[in-house]
C-alpha cells in the first residue's frame, strides 16, 4: 500500500463539496479540512497540545523562513520537524516561493531561479526550483509544495502569461529532483484571473498531481467574487482522485465557499494574525472584543463554542487581556480562531456525509451574514 493516498467518502450530489481522507505517515487527515499555519515551526501563541484538543489534523510551517533561519541544515540535524517541534501528526511546507517574491528584496527572477535578499539580513541567496526541494527534504515534512511564482493581483496577462510558464517549467525540474517518497509532492496551479491560463495551468500541472494538487495565486488582495469565478472555471478540470489545496486562504466564508467548489484543503495565517489584534471569529461573525461595547460584557466569544477560551472566559475579560497588551489574551483568542475553523471543518463534513451541505450553508449565512 502506498504511503499517501485519497479515498474520496461522499460527494454531494448537487456542488462541488467532497468527504474524503488523505493518508499520510504520520496519520490520517479527514478532508475537508482547514490547517493552521505555523510559520517558524509553531503555531504562534498555540502549545501543540492545544492543538490537538483542537482537532488540529496537520499544521503548516514555512520554507522561506526555516530555511532564513534557524536553517534547513539545522533542522535535519534535529530529525527534522516532526522532532524539531515535537508534533507527531502530518505537516506541510510551501515552497517558499510566494515569501521569496513578497517578503524578499528581489534582485532578479529568471528562468534558471530567484536571486533575492533576505529580509532578515539582507543577505544574498539564489533558490532554484532543485534547491527549493532539497530544503523541503531537508525540513522533512509530510506534504511538500512545488517552487512556484505568484503573480500580484492586477498583473496584465501577459506578465500572468509569463509566470504561469515558469512554474509550469520549475514544476518539471522539482519532480526530476524530487526522490523522497517519505513525501507528497504538490505541484501548484498558477494564472492570476485570467480563465484561460488558469485552464492551461491546470491542464499542464494535472499530470504531475500523483497526491494532491495546490490552488496558488488567489487570495492575494482581489475581491472574493472574482476568486469564486476563477474556482468555478478550474471545477470543472481539476482531477478526482486526489485532493485540492487552495492555498492561503481562510475566512470562514471562504471555507464555506471553497468547499461548495470542490477544495478540500485549506491553509491562512489569518486565525491567529487577527487573533493577537482582538479579533475572533464566532458562528455570529467577527466579534472585535477591544471594543468598549464589550467592557462589562460577561458573555462567551461564542456560545455555540466549546473551546477552553469559550467555557472559561468572557468578553469582558478578554478584551482586558487585550487592551493592557496581556499575552494570554491573543493566545486565548488564537485557540479560539483554531477552534472555530477547525469545529465548522468538522461540521462541514458532517454535513455533506449527511446530505444536507447546501441546508449547512443556507444555515452558516443566515447566523454568520453574507
Not at 25 to 36: K, L, S
Not at 44 to 49: A, E, L, S, Y
Request: net charge neutral; hydrophobic share 35%; aromatic share 10%.
Amino acid at each position: 500500500m502506498e504511503k499517501f493516498y485519497f479515498k474520496l467518502i461522499k460527494q454531494d450530489p448537487d456542488t462541488g463539496a467532497r468527504a474524503g481522507v488523505l493518508h499520510t505517515p504520520h496519520g490520517d487527515i479527514e478532508t475537508p479540512v482547514y490547517m493552521p499555519v505555523g510559520t517558524q515551526a509553531t503555531v504562534k501563541g498555540v502549545f501543540p497540545r492545544d492543538l490537538k484538543e483542537a482537532g488540529a489534523q496537520i499544521i503548516l510551517a514555512n520554507t522561506y523562513h526555516l530555511y532564513m533561519r534557524p536553517g534547513d541544515e539545522l533542522v535535519k540535524k534535529a530529525g527534522g520537524l516532526h522532532t524539531f517541534m515535537n508534533w507527531d501528526r502530518p505537516i506541510l511546507t510551501d515552497s517558499g516561493g510566494f515569501q521569496v517574491f513578497s517578503l524578499a528584496k528581489l534582485n532578479d527572477i529568471k528562468d534558471e531561479g530567484v536571486t533575492f535578499r533576505s529580509n532578515v539580513d539582507g543577505s544574498k541567496h539564489f533558490i532554484t526550483p532543485e534547491r527549493a526541494m532539497e530544503i523541503e527534504n531537508n525540513l522533512g515534512a509530510d506534504i511538500i509544495m512545488a517552487f512556484d511564482q505568484c503573480t500580484e493581483y492586477g498583473i496584465d496577462h501577459k506578465g500572468s502569461e509569463k509566470a504561469m510558464k515558469r512554474t509550469l517549467q520549475w514544476l518539471d525540474r522539482c519532480y526530476n529532483k524530487h526522490t523522497n517518497d517519505d513525501q507528497a509532492l504538490f505541484p501548484i496551479v498558477q494564472g492570476n484571473l485570467y480563465k484561460d491560463l488558469r485552464k492551461i495551468s491546470l491542464k499542464e500541472t494535472a499530470p504531475y498531481a500523483k497526491y494532491g494538487i495546490g490552488i496558488g495565486g488567489l487570495s492575494v488582495g482581489e475581491p472574493k467574487p472574482l476568486m469564486y469565478e476563477i474556482l468555478d472555471e478550474m471545477y470543472p478540470d481539476y482531477p478526482t482522485r486526489i485532493p485540492r489545496y487552495l492555498m492561503g486562504v481562510g475566512s470562514p466564508d471562504c471555507l464555506v465557499e471553497g468547499v461548495y467548489r470542490g477544495i478540500d484543503m485549506f491553509d491562512c495565517v489569518l486565525a491567529t494574525r487577527i487573533a493577537r489584534n482582538g479579533t475572533a471569529m464566532t458562528s455570529r461573525g467577527k466579534v472585535v472584543v477591544r471594543n468598549g461595547k464589550y467592557k462589562e460584557d460577561f458573555t462567551p466569544l461564542d456560545p455555540e463554542c466549546d473551546c477552553y477560551c469559550c467555557k472559561n472566559y468572557t468578553k469582558a475579560y478578554l478584551r482586558h487581556l487585550i487592551n493592557v497588551n496581556e499575552m494570554m489574551g491573543g493566545m486565548l483568542l488564537s485557540l479560539h480562531n483554531i477552534s472555530f475553523l477547525t469545529k465548522l471543518m468538522r461540521d462541514i463534513r458532517k454535513s455533506i456525509i449527511g446530505g444536507y451541505f447546501k441546508d449547512f450553508r443556507k444555515e452558516f449565512y443566515a447566523k454568520y451574514g453574507e
